[in-house]
T-cell receptor
Framework: SQTIHQWPATLVQPVGSPLSLECTVE??????LYWYRQAAGRGLQLLFY??????ISSEVPQNLSASRPQDRQFILSSKKLLLSDSGFYLC??????????????FGPGTRLTVL | QKEVEQNSGPLSVPEGAIASLNCTYS??????FFWYRQYSGKSPELIMS????GDKEDGRFTAQLNKASQYVSLLIRDSQPSDSATYLC?????????????FGSGTRLSIRP
């Protein structure tokens, strides 16, 4: 079965510090990968998605970036965090084929607080 | 106009009753529809997918899709306190690549004993 991991689970960072969040998927090959952010009491905002190694599409302009160095690894980064970067960061994956190919499955999330 | 709209709630339903959650979407060519459950502080969990008009049942959950009316709903029978959560409606809008889906802002459901 497929499993998706995210770490760290929680993070408190000062404004202006760098960020690196990691997501890995097990039990599937060549998945589509996604990063979302959920602000407190709000809906899910798609930040980035990737259809393959090194292929990143950005949905919103911001001071975050994403990379996919391996097939099942997705990294979210920032050089300098802003207060507005606080939120619940979720990684998700979906398969490429089959009748349920575009179902997305979420990792446990990272709760980021920027002070 | 928002692409996926849900009533934010809270929707309060007595234990044992049927909870009815509704969602409308704006893109007529949408093909895939999903319901996620999100407990407070946790990540969303996929509970139902529906692709064809009509009803799809899974245990106490029934998803209903009406593409002509651009409407999808989730019924929860015999509601339990453990069903108290935020329910997110999500739609693959058809024009997207890479299986992108659009989420509604969620309906908060509270099951009262």
């Amino acid at each position: 079965s497929q499993t998706i991991h995210q770490w760290p689970a929680t993070l408190v960072q000062p404004v202006g510090s760098p960020l690196s969040l990691e997501c890995t998927v097990e039990g599937t090959s060549n998945p589509n990968l996604y990063w979302y952010r959920q602000a407190a009491g709000r809906g899910l905002q798609l930040l980035f998605y990737s259809v393959g190694i090194g292929q990143i599409s950005s949905e919103v302009p911001q001071n975050l970036s994403a990379s996919r160095p391996q097939d099942r690894q997705f990294i979210l980064s920032s050089k300098k965090l802003l207060l507005s970067d606080s939120g619940f960061y979720l990684c998700a994956w979906s398969g490429r084929s089959g009748s349920s190919y575009n179902e997305q499955f979420f990792g446990p999330g990272t709760r980021l607080t920027v002070l | 106009q928002k692409e996926v709209e849900q009533n934010s709630g809270p929707l309060s339903v007595p234990e044992g009753a049927i909870a009815s959650l509704n969602c409308t979407y704006s893109d007529r060519v949408s093909q895939s529809f999903f319901w996620y459950r999100q407990y407070s502080g946790k990540s969303p969990e996929l509970i139902m997918s529906i692709y064809s008009n009509g009803d799809k049942e899974d245990g106490r959950f029934t998803a209903q899709l009406n593409k002509a009316s651009q409407y999808v709903s989730l019924l929860i029978r015999d509601s339990q306190p453990s069903d108290s959560a935020t329910y997110l409606c999500a739609v693959n809008p058809g024009y997207s690549s890479a299986s992108k889906i659009i989420f509604g802002s969620g309906t908060r459901l509270s099951i009262r004993p």
